[in-house]
T-cell receptor, first 115, second 116 residues
């Protein structure tokens, strides 16, 4: 079952604006990751934040994690048309057999950046 | 950086036939590989987790006899969709991680399967 829930499901902004996407999850996690997917393509790892971290930066990306609220946010600053893609959060937890960490993905946010 | 190659990128097959999808880690040893399925405009659903040399662990609701997974080496895992039906048409994505988690989870570029 899907654990992460992103909102909004779709976001349309103008180039130069900031885009904020949120993710909520239900169970305890080891870490939370954000991925990007262009239409019909594989996923690209953007950033990982561990459960004992509260904020992390990478270039124009800023991720926060609030384990008490079981939520995370991804901020993309100064957006570009090339940032248009779907963004997914994923939480890492044990798989069915308990022997491996697996990623559970949220439903994703479709971001459209208009030139 | 770590690269995972997935092949083919797209395939069309007839109902009742079987299709094999390959996932290779090119520059690292993938002790664990994951297979996902994604329907249009939806998220990724984990199908199974495979460790090199052992049987795959399937998620609830995934038919192991329908989706055969083989992880015979540290660089190759295969997913075979047996007796394919139109409802099996989907986007299948693999991901891999090394034992020490040096590269995180690396994803293949996906395979678009269409069963006609």
């Amino acid at each position: 079952s899907q654990q992460g829930e992103e909102d909004p499901q779709a976001l349309s902004i103008q180039e130069g604006e900031n885009a904020t996407m949120n993710c909520s999850y239900k169970t305890s996690i080891n870490n939370l990751q954000w991925y990007r997917q262009n239409s019909g393509r594989g996923l690209v790892h953007l950033i990982l934040i561990r459960s004992n971290e509260r904020e992390k930066h990478s270039g124009r990306l800023r991720v926060t994690l609030d384990t008490s609220k079981k939520s995370s946010s991804l901020l993309i600053t100064a957006s570009r048309a090339a940032d248009t893609a779907s963004y997914f959060c994923a939480t890492a937890g044990r798989n069915s057999g308990g022997s491996n960490y697996k990623l559970t993905f949220g439903k994703g946010t479709l971001l459209t950046v208009n030139p | 950086g770590a690269v995972v190659s997935q092949h083919p990128s797209w395939v069309i097959c007839k109902s009742g036939t079987s299709v094999k999808i390959e996932c290779r880690s090119l520059d690292f040893q993938a002790t664990t590989m994951f297979w996902y399925r994604q329907f249009p405009k939806q998220s990724l659903m984990l199908m199974a987790t495979s460790n090199e040399g052992s049987k795959a662990t399937y998620e609830q609701g995934v038919e192991k006899d329908k989706f055969l997974i083989n992880h015979a080496s540290l660089t190759l895992s295969t997913l075979t969709v047996t007796s394919a039906h139109p409802e099996d048409s989907s986007f299948y994505i693999c991901s891999a991680r090394d034992q020490d988690f040096n590269y995180g989870y690396t994803f293949g570029s996906g395979t678009r399967l269409t069963v006609v």
